[in-house]
């Protein structure tokens, strides 16, 4: 498993992953964790269901404001993603707990 390290005095820090694996998200969760000056956290990527579960389990730092940003699937665990089966999400982890807002759908495919 990689890792992603904390440097002194890290404040602020954006990602930008292909797709959100699980490992991807316990990182992020034990970041946010182990970096104590740390008070932003953007990502952008694909969020896959167990990406989404871990977040929803997870607490953070109530100082430390978690920001996901991306597509999620809707169509299920058999899906093809064949048809349009992609909605834009953002997730929040902050004090508040965990909440998912369901943003517009795409205009663009990429
Ligand atoms: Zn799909």
Redesign the pocket.
Same mark, same amino acid.
């Given at each position: 498993m990689f890792y992603i390290s904390c440097l002194s005095g890290l404040k602020k820090m954006e990602l930008r992953v292909h797709s959100l694996t699980e490992s991807w998200a316990i990182q992020i969760v034990s970041l946010s964790k182990n970096c104590p000056s740390l008070t932003e956290l953007r990502i952008h990527g694909w969020i896959p269901e167990e990406a989404i579960r871990v977040f929803q389990k997870s607490q953070i730092r109530p100082d430390c404001a978690l920001t996901i940003e991306g597509y999620r /699937?809707? *169509? *299920?665990k058999q /899906?093809?993603?064949?048809?349009d /089966?992609?909605e834009t999400v953002k997730i929040h982890l902050n004090a508040g707990g965990f909440s998912m807002e369901i943003l517009r759908p795409p205009l663009f495919g990429n």
């Open positions: /699937c809707k *169509g *299920g /899906c093809s993603h064949m048809n /089966c992609r």
